[in-house]
């Protein structure tokens, strides 16, 4: 008579996200999951092929995470709230944004990937980007994700205090700067500070 399993393919992998979503992907290894689990490292490669294997099981489930994370709607701007998403997703989830946006543990270059096409889709339906060319979109998504890095990371130190207003405001005049001014393209809007100074004097 066949011994009946005692830990599941589910289990595993529960346990694999959540020691990702715990600590990153740098303590990811067999031991460690096996540990959370109080168990030998046995059942791990009797359910997947390899670490390699658990791996791409534990992205996709990061994958649908953020696929749910990113959709929320805070305001009606989509784009705005896709800042507001990310900057949220940050602060939340401070293991797993490391993991997957500044880490590159186990090639997570493709979780970046994913996110940014992800972005550049909410792009489509998105009226004040109709006329613009691919080559801004991608900027405009840059310009908000270096932004939206940015308020995250003096956020999450408690080093600046910035309202869900205040936030708004300033995602919505980068929105604005890359779409309406065209930032970053050759015939972009250019800004002479200088100049802005010396009039308001």
């Known amino acids: 008579m066949a011994r009946k399993k005692t830990i599941t393919h589910d289990q595993i992998l529960n346990a694999a996200y959540a020691l990702v979503v715990e ?3 740098k303590h990811f290894t067999a031991r460690n999951i096996a ?3 109080g168990c030998s490292t046995q059942p791990i490669y009797l359910e997947f092929t390899n670490m390699a294997d658990l791996k791409q099981a534990v992205l996709d489930e990061i994958k649908q995470t953020l696929e749910v994370k990113m ?8 784009i705005v709230d896709l800042g507001l998403a990310y900057i949220n997703f940050a602060l939340d989830n401070p293991a797993l944004y490391r993991a997957v946006f500044i880490e590159d543990h186990f090639g997570v270059e493709d979780m970046r990937e994913f996110a940014f096409h992800t972005a550049i889709e909410r792009l489509d339906d998105y009226a004040p980007a109709e006329q613009i060319s691919e080559e801004q979109r ?3 998504i840059s310009g908000l994700w270096i932004v939206a890095t940015g308020i995250a990371n ?3 130190p ?3 205090e910035i309202s869900r207003e205040q936030m708004i405001e300033i995602l919505q005049a980068v929105i604005h700067d890359f779409i309406v001014n065209k930032r970053f393209a050759k015939d972009s809007v250019k800004m002479d500070l200088r100049a802005a100074l010396k009039k308001a004097e």
């Open 158 to 160: 408690d080093f600046i």
């Open 23 to 25: 600590e990153g992907f």
């Open 71 to 78: 959709s929320r709607r805070f305001t009606t701007d989509p």
């Open 138 to 140: 991608r900027n405009t």
């Open 35 to 37: 540990k959370r689990m």
């Open 154 to 156: 003096l956020m999450a």
